[in-house]
């Protein structure tokens, strides 16, 4: 069954333009130009140099500013003035820590978690 499109609606388009709607075409045409001033090319290549210089000066100011804020705190320092009172109290020596760190496994069967230190027997 061919589709038979409905004439009265408002969305489809006429067939053929009438005489009339053919010349508001051509005068709304003519009146409206496209300003040739505002129209832009290509970009220059004295535009992109300043595009690059500005990034270039972005990211030098927030890599400075990264590297100003660390080394601001490697000056800081503790120690006690000369105002301080020099009768302070020795401190006691701290005892060692002891070495908890494993030696070497060289010993045979010996293992280092759970696993039985010989294979079951096949059955």
């Known amino acids: 069954m061919a589709y038979i499109p409905n004439r009265d609606d408002p969305f489809l388009p006429s067939p053929s333009p009438s005489i009339e709607e053919m010349r508001r075409r051509d005068r709304m045409e003519g009146e409206f130009q496209v300003d040739p001033e505002l129209a832009e090319g290509p970009a220059s290549r004295m535009r992109v140099a300043l595009y690059a210089v500005a990034i270039l000066a972005v990211l030098g100011a927030l890599f400075y500013g990264l590297n100003a804020a660390n080394n601001s705190s490697q ?4 120690t006690p003035t000369s105002a301080a009172p020099s009768n302070m109290a020795q401190s006691t020596p701290q005892p060692p820590v002891r070495n908890v760190t494993p030696g070497p496994n060289s010993s045979p ?5 759970q696993a039985p230190s010989a294979p079951a027997p096949a059955k």
């Open 109 to 113: 069967g010996v293992t280092t978690g």
């Open 75 to 78: 000056t800081a320092s503790n």
